[in-house]
Each structure stands twice: as C-alpha cells, then as structure tokens.
C-alpha cells in the first residue's frame, strides 16, 4: 500500500515560517513527480509546488515565487515544502501528492491533481494577521 503522510503543518502570524514534510512508502516504482496542493474553504484544490522530470524540473506558483521552495531528499523518501513570509492568504489544507500518470507530459510541470496518482491525508496551515 502506497501512503503520503504529511507534516509539519500549524498556526503561526503572518511574517511567520513553516517546512511542510511528506514522506512516501510502499511505492516499488520510480516516483516521478511530486507536488503540494493547497485548498481553502469553498476554493478548489491548487498547485503551489512541484517536482517533476525526475527532480530536474521545478515548479512553483507565482502566489509563493520567492516564499516557499519545494526540494526532496531521495535517501528518505522525503519531499519538503519550506515556506517564509507566510502571508494570510496563505490559510489551508496542503497535501502532498506524488506519481503522475502515464498520460502526463514528463516535460511540463503537473498542476492538475488529476495529474496524480497518490494523495496524503492533508496538514492544515493556517496564518493570522
């Protein structure tokens, strides 16, 4: 059984700082891609940052350019998501996904969660005024 479990998340003002982890198991394959999502209340469910190519290529949204930086750590199966200057705005449920399917373009970076095969549970983050 594949399983994503996330950490990391909590409450802190804006300004304030968090490294979101996600550690992968139970995956034989090569993972391909990973990314984190993030859902507010009543919005859907959006890419912030990703991994794909194998690692070579990266993603992040233009919301967090210069915020957050997604990197991984191969020797423990671990992706991170390392987020400064949190901002209000910032406020929701960020899961961690990983393996994208065969009909995902390897060059592109996957920001559909369509796009992916495998779902962590969620950390909620949430940044005050």
């Known amino acids: 059984t594949v399983q994503l479990v996330e950490s990391g998340g909590g409450s802190v003002q804006a300004g304030g700082s968090l490294r979101l982890s996600c550690v992968v198991s139970?995956?034989?394959?090569?993972?391909?891609?990973m990314a984190w999502f993030r859902q507010a209340p009543g919005m859907e469910r959006e890419a912030v940052a990703g991994?794909?190519?194998?690692?070579?290529?990266?993603y992040h949204h233009d919301s967090v350019e210069g915020r957050f930086t997604i990197s991984q750590d191969n020797a423990k199966n671990t992706v991170y998501l390392q987020m400064t200057s949190l901002k209000p705005e910032d406020t929701g449920m960020y899961y961690c996904?990983?393996?994208?399917?065969?009909?995902?373009?390897?060059?592109?970076?996957?920001?559909?969660?369509?796009?992916?095969?495998?779902w962590g549970q969620g950390t909620q983050v949430t940044v005050s005024s």
């Open positions: 996904a990983a393996v994208c399917g065969p009909g995902v373009n390897p060059r592109e970076a996957p920001t559909s969660p369509g796009d992916f095969a495998y």
């Open positions: 991994l794909y190519s194998g690692g070579r290529g990266t």
């Open positions: 139970g995956y034989t394959g090569t993972v391909n891609c």
